[in-house]
């Protein structure tokens, strides 16, 4: 919590939740390895942060989340096998730079869970994604551009049956 971090060269591996969780933090994370998580494996609420050349296998959940009002800039990430790949949430901005999406029921996720914040964004560029069972989740206003290609929610999700997808 309010933490300034760097974390290089990790391997987070086997948690009971989720794998790394941080609140109004700003930081970096390179080089590191998240495998079999029960929850999700990055996590951060009202934070700045930096994911850059990591890999991500077997999420519980979300392999990256970020909410209330995060901004997280990833870049050459790998995913394979989760619930939701990416997730923006409670207006959060999200941007994806070349990674890698593959085994996952629904790719990218953005969406407002609490009403005092807004839509969310995720921005993505030359991204591949391989397996996917749904491409994109959008919540009402919350947008996606891919490859700079907006699209926009135009209807409110039920967050209740979001993991029943």
Do not use: M, W
Not at 91 to 114: D, E, G, M, P
Not at 147 to 156: I, L, R
């Amino acid at each position: 919590i309010r933490s300034k971090f760097e974390i290089t060269n990790c391997l987070i591996q086997k948690t009971f939740a989720d794998g790394l969780d941080g609140d109004f933090c700003s930081g970096k994370i390179s080089n590191s390895t998240f495998k079999e998580t029960k929850n999700d494996c990055i996590d951060f609420s009202g934070s700045e942060i930096q994911i850059i050349d990591c890999k991500i296998y077997d999420a519980g959940d979300k392999a990256v989340s970020g909410g209330e009002s995060s901004k997280i800039n990833i870049n050459n990430l790998i995913i394979e096998n989760a619930n939701i790949g990416i997730a923006s949430k409670d207006k959060s901005v999200v941007r994806i730079t070349n990674s890698k999406l593959s085994n996952i029921k629904t790719a990218y996720a953005s969406f407002q869970k609490k009403a005092e914040y807004g839509p969310a964004q995720i921005i993505i560029s030359n991204s591949k994604e391989q397996n996917i069972q749904y491409k994109v989740l959008l919540d009402l206003n919350s947008s996606l551009i891919y490859n700079g290609k907006k699209q926009t929610g135009n209807k409110k999700i039920n967050h209740d049956k979001l993991y029943a997808l």
